[in-house]
């Protein structure tokens, strides 16, 4: 099998990873801010676990020189004083045991705690983020920093970090104990640990490598599959199977040579440094039982003074306490690294610019006394336009849904355009429909009606008022939406219209479906209205979706409608009995229509054809048939646009 791009470069010495960015430390424990207090009680337990690891090697030494040694040349020993000391040792492995047991449950509401924060923040920030992010993010991708980053996160916090703390401090712990037993030996394991440490920094430098870039090769194969779930339908009509296949393997292959990678050199540390604690241990042995043979003189922090039994059990023990964390740490390490890179992806989410709003003109609920405009509380289905001015004073203009574009270009990207010069008229109570074949740039006119995304050049004029002056939220209130495809949530069929207008009674929702001719299967569902739709409404049919998409735009009632092939997924028999529930929808509104099939916008006040970018006829059906242009053609030929 050929290896990866990233298996490539990896082989020539430059692994292409992203490291986690400078801060991430410090912002993270920032949101563990407010568990200050417990986090200051799990140190303390940390340090009294260690303390007690420490003591209980020590009172080997005593245990065995100052109880068990005596008692051996004893005719009739008395046990009373090694019981008393056994005891005691008893209740410091008590007190080690139930500190580890409160760090570790508290660290884990701990690490909760945070990451609900996190995901939070995350997903609030999410919510303003502009379109452009979704359409140049696969959604997958997306997903994955709420599922493998922050569990990687929860994993570091609850576990990882605290484990880490615990071993530095056992180190530290078994190396005084050490000097207070033996500085000799405990300079012997000293020149021991550096080389092990040596060896650790090699496996760990490699290993943290490819942790930090798996979590990106997961980001990237949950984006695949999450783009081919969705896409299945085209791939088996297509048989793009293999394809698909070919695809998946590559982002598969690449995440498990990473995965493969990381966690070989993240496996072996463990054993190399168990290993190397049992030669440590050996000659230990070898050396603490020649210096006692041969009575060598020991220093210690007490003094000097003979090296005996109880000395060299305790030395070995506290070795294994001395080496063993160290490759805890090092084990640890690797999925903290993981866990930053994890956190690195989560807080460049959050770092994403949001949906930048400078409008100051609101939608207020109005009425109209004596030809004037007043604002109101209570709803009365008549809007204005709230324009407060620098001098204090505000101004109110009727909402009327008169939308005019002039000389507007855009581009998606920059020296990229894709609209030249678009100038239109959409008067109030006007159906205006737009033809054209697929990337002439319908549905980026309708974007740009409710700033998805802002024009680059020109103006748009909503009721005489500049777009850009206007909040996006009440812009966006204004309008009516039905796309072609149709999103609908996990709820029952009465929420998913409700979604138009979170205030609607079950009354207006039902008036809203019978206007969109979407009463009649509703009622046949099994709960009726009350039917929970899962899935994105896989069990029913695609016009079935749309004509409760349909529904949730009737029911919010807005002044301006856009149908972006409202009706391209129902049959033409189901689509002229829809058509009266549309008409009537789109009665004494301002509608814009996209439409592939040209049957739909003969009754259009104005009908727009649009080529490259640019509009290139324009009027009702009978004069563009007169004019026997563009539309001419593709009217009276035996074809649909595609």
Known sequence: ????????????????????????????????????????????????SAAAGAASALFLQILIDDYIVPLLGETHPVFTELIQAIFLIGLVYVVGVLSTLFYSRTMVVVAQGTLKKIRDKMFRHMQTLPIRYFDTHTHGDVMSRYTNDTDTLRQAISISLPQMIAAVLSVAAAFLAMLYLSVGLTAFVTVFAFVLLMIIKALVGRSGTFFMKQQQALGSVNGYIEEMING??????????????????????????????????????????????????????????????????????????????????????????????????????????????????????????????????????AKIENDEVRECEERTNTWAWKHPHSNGTVTYTPLRGDIRFFDVDFGYEKNKTVLHNITLYAEPGQKVAFVGATGAGKTTITNLVNRFYDIGDGKILYDGINIKKIKKADLRRSLGVVLQDVNLFTGTVMDNIRYGKLDATDEE?????????????????????????????????????QLISIARAAVADPPVMILDEATSSIDTRTEA????????????????????????????????????????????????????????????????LD
Not at 14 to 37: C, D, N, W
Not at 580 to 606: C, E, P, W, Y
């Open 577 to 640: 009995i829809v058509q009266k529930g549309m008409d009537a929808l789109m009665k004494g509104r301002t509608v814009f229509v996209i439409a592939h099939r040209l049957s739909t916008v003969q009754n259009s006040d104005v009908i727009m054809v649009l080529e490259g970018g640019r509009i290139i006829e324009r009027g009702s059906h009978a004069q563009l048939i007169e004019e026997r242009g563009k539309y001419y053609q593709l009217y009276t030929g035996a074809f649909e």
């Open 1 to 48: 099998m050929s290896k990866t791009p990233l298996q490539e470069d990896i082989k020539h010495g430059k692994p292409r990873v992203h490291r986690f960015q400078p801060g991430t430390i410090k912002r993270l424990f920032s949101y563990m801010a407010e568990y200050k207090i417990r986090l200051i009680l799990v140190l303390v337990c940390i340090l009294l």
């Open 232 to 365: 299945q339908k085209v791939v088996k009509v297509f048989c793009h199977e293999k394809k698909a296949e070919d695809g998946f393997d590559k982002r598969n292959d690449e995440l498990c040579y990473c995965a493969t990678e990381a966690n070989t050199y993240g496996n072996v540390t463990m054993p190399v440094v168990g290993n190397m604690g049992y030669l440590l241990y050996v000659l230990l042995a070898i050396i603490g039982g020649a210096a006692g043979i041969a009575e060598i003189p020991n220093l210690s922090l007490t003094g000097v003074q003979a090296m005996t039994i109880g000395t060299i059990v305790s030395f070995l023990t506290l070795s294994r306490s001395f080496i063993n964390p160290i490759g805890q740490i090092s084990m640890q390490f690797n999925m903290v690294v993981m866990a930053l890179a994890g956190a690195s992806r989560i807080f460049e989410l959050m770092d994403e610019e949001s949906e930048q709003d400078d409008g100051y003109v609101t939608l207020v609920n």
């Open 509 to 545: 929702c039902i008036a809203a479906a019978k206007l969109a001719n979407a009463d009649g299967f509703i009622r046949m569902l099994p709960q009726g209205y009350n039917t929970v739709l899962e899935g994105d409404g896989s069990g029913l049919s695609q016009g079935q979706r």
